[in-house]
């Protein structure tokens, strides 16, 4: 156990979560909120939703819109929090009932698993944090109608080759839509466009973080992993309500549920998990009375069938970034586990010049990467800690790729062919795993025909693959 979690909390044992406030100025909306720690410091981060060319039919300051903001709030806490881990979180701007204390402490503490596993800290559910408020609330307000808009479906754009494939099986589905992106980056834009989208069709915001946590992050203070797909999910549900929308369509795959660390609830992508798709559908109808569904499209995929499809989409190719390190020059950095995940899935299906085209260089011949290889093929205690798929799929993409190197008479990539040989599967397997479609998930009847155009396209490269 790292020595300083007791240290600071003992030295700083409350957050205070002091109030937030939504303003309309022209041309946006500015959604703020305001924290503290005991013997520390203040925070005031910031949001801004860019509203010109939106229609507007619900109140961004009305009971439910306030009542979503809060809610935001209790997340963008996590960043602030996790820099000494306060023992106790007291509210004072809203009310929370036990059964939502729970709820919360789940959606902390499981977006927090990566980061409590890399600092060495040991807790849990009960004991790592008491949430309370002291707020009194007034008789309840009564909440105008939902009013429900044109564009029914909003789909939060990454720019990375899964929120590709969603905006292609809606398009050709038919589905009118708008895209929302938060912090905007060229491959956003780009993907959305190559899509057939217009970009007075993409609602935008922009989060930033308060500079005095940054200021203690480089004094020692605890940095790390915050679930932030759980501020894309309360922040795209805050822009749903305004404009009507009753569909959240994610891109979240089925290998977003398995484990970073085997054997553990460690898992990096925990707020893309189907656990916690369930649980906001559930605070949704029941904390917000929304008529609104928070699904993923691709949630019966997994990463392999979604890189099948998207090497077929080549009009995507050129724009999508799914690197982290790089994204603030939109630049594949070609050095990271997420490079090499993403060219390992689209290596069985792309040829080696059009692999290169993409990354801008050959990772095949990158001897640095064999260590971040091995961790995707699962031979390091931990997968990296990052959006990458499960170690099998990892291990059908090496068997594909080798094989289809075989059938050419060809060498393959020489980090694949340093592989060990017991990380190749049989091809049976590899189509297996092509075609198994996973029966649970929260795909509503109206996108069925999506779905199943998905299926089959998969179930073509399956039978290919196992012959």
């Known amino acids: 156990m790292d020595g300083r979690f007791a240290m600071w909390r003992n030295r700083h044992p409350v957050f205070h979560y002091n109030g937030f406030r939504v303003a309309q100025e022209p041309g946006l909306l500015r959604l703020r909120w305001d924290f503290a720690i005991d013997h520390l410091c203040e925070f005031h981060p910031e949001t ?14 009305g009971v439910v819109a306030r009542r979503i903001a809060f809610a935001l709030g209790l997340v963008e806490a996590i960043s602030y929090w996790k820099c000494v881990c ?10 929370i009932a036990p059964e939502d204390v729970a709820w919360w402490k789940r959606l902390w503490l499981g977006g927090l698993g990566e980061f409590f596993y890399r600092n060495g800290i040991e807790t849990n559910e009960a004991d790592f944090v008491c949430l309370r408020s002291d707020f009194s609330e007034a008789a309840a307000e009564q909440s105008a109608p939902f009013r429900s ?32 992106a938060v912090n905007d980056q060229p491959a956003r834009g780009a993907t959305f466009a ?37 501020v894309v999910a309360f922040l795209g549900l805050y822009c749903a309500h305004l404009v009507g929308a009753e569909n959240i369509v994610l891109s979240n795959e089925a290998s977003a549920d398995e484990a970073s660390v085997p054997g553990t609830e460690v898992n990096h992508q925990y707020s893309k998990s189907y656990a916690f798709e369930q649980d906001m559908n559930r605070y949704i109808g029941e904390y917000f009375g929304l008529p609104l569904c928070y699904f993923s499209l691709l949630r019966p995929f997994h990463e392999l069938q979604i890189a099948c499809r998207f090497a077929a989409l080549p009009q995507f190719h050129a724009g999508f970034r799914s690197c982290n390190v790089g994204s603030k020059a939109n630049a594949w950095c070609g050095r990271c586990a997420k490079c090499l995940f993403v060219w390992l899935m689209l290596s069985p299906f792309l040829s080696q010049k059009e692999l290169v085209r993409i990354f801008g260089s050959d990772l095949g011949a990158k001897p640095s990467l064999a260590e971040e290889l091995r961790g995707l093929l699962g ?11 499960t170690v099998e799929e990892a291990r059908a993409a090496l068997t594909l790729t080798l094989l289809r190197f075989e059938q050419m008479g060809e060498s393959p990539p020489p980090l694949l062919q340093a592989a060990p040989p ?19 998930h929260a795909v509503p009847q109206e996108f069925e025909t999506a779905l199943e155009r998905m299926k089959a396209f998969v179930g073509e490269i399956a039978g290919v693959a196992g012959a």
């Open 48 to 61: 801004v939703v860019f509203t010109e060319n939106l229609h507007i039919l619900n109140d961004p300051n």
């Open 86 to 95: 306060p023992p106790e979180v007291l509210v004072h701007c809203g009310a």
């Open 149 to 180: 808009g044109a564009v029914r479906t909003l789909v939060p754009v990454g720019g990375g080759k899964d929120s590709c494939v969603t905006l292609e099986l809606l398009r050709a589905a038919g589905t009118p839509l708008m895209g929302f």
């Open 194 to 230: 190559a899509a057939g989208f217009a970009p007075k069709q993409m609602l935008r915001a922009k989060r930033t973080i308060d500079p005095a946590l940054l200021r203690l992050n480089t004094e020692g203070y605890w940095n790390g992993h915050t679930p932030f797909s759980a």
């Open 379 to 389: 031979l390091r205690c931990t997968k990296p800690f990052e959006c990458v798929g």
């Open 422 to 440: 017991e990380c190749r599967l049989t091809p049976e397997r590899c189509a297996g795993l092509l075609r198994d479609f996973r029966a649970v």
